[in-house]
């Protein structure tokens, strides 16, 4: 199995941890969208069995998750979320640098995501870390955002 540094890879054991990550990480987005955020409908026994979720942890247990799904050109960063009692210490920052190493051991040079047009400060964070916009995408109960970034060559 391929490493990240300081992360590994989760396993169906840790489907309750992942799931309880994803709703405390993603519920202050809810008010702000209207809108359950996508990451919250999700099967996440489906998620471990179909993408890369690599975890990050503490004496203080599950930190963060992040959720990778490789594709033929790409790497679609699915998820990027942090246990709110972790979000502003640079956690995010290094997930979003594993996603870089990981699209780089497959290979890729492009890292894909989306996020919900209303997240103005997502956006930015993303846009921060070289993300640009290549398109907007009605969903009917919501708009999300696509980003892309362009690895430079290794």
Do not use: F
């Amino acid at each position: 199995m391929t490493e990240l540094a300081g992360l590994r890879r989760a396993t169906a054991d840790d489907l309750d941890a992942v799931v309880a990550l994803q709703r405390a990480a993603y519920a202050k987005n809810r008010p702000v969208l209207g809108v359950e955020p996508m990451p919250l409908l999700a099967d996440y026994s489906q998620i471990l069995l179909e993408c890369e979720v690599w975890l990050s942890e503490s004496p203080q247990g599950l930190d963060g998750v992040l959720v990778l799904e490789p594709r033929k050109d790409d790497v679609l960063l699915w998820s990027v979320a942090t246990a709110p009692r972790v979000q502003g210490t640079g956690l995010g920052n290094r997930l979003l640098e594993a996603t870089e190493t990981r699209a780089r051991q497959l290979g890729h040079r492009r890292i894909r995501l989306y996020t919900g047009d209303r997240l103005a400060s997502n956006v930015a964070w993303y846009m921060r870390h070289g993300y640009d916009q290549e398109r907007v995408e009605s969903m009917g109960d919501r708009k999300v955002i696509h980003l892309i970034k362009i690895l430079d060559p290794a």
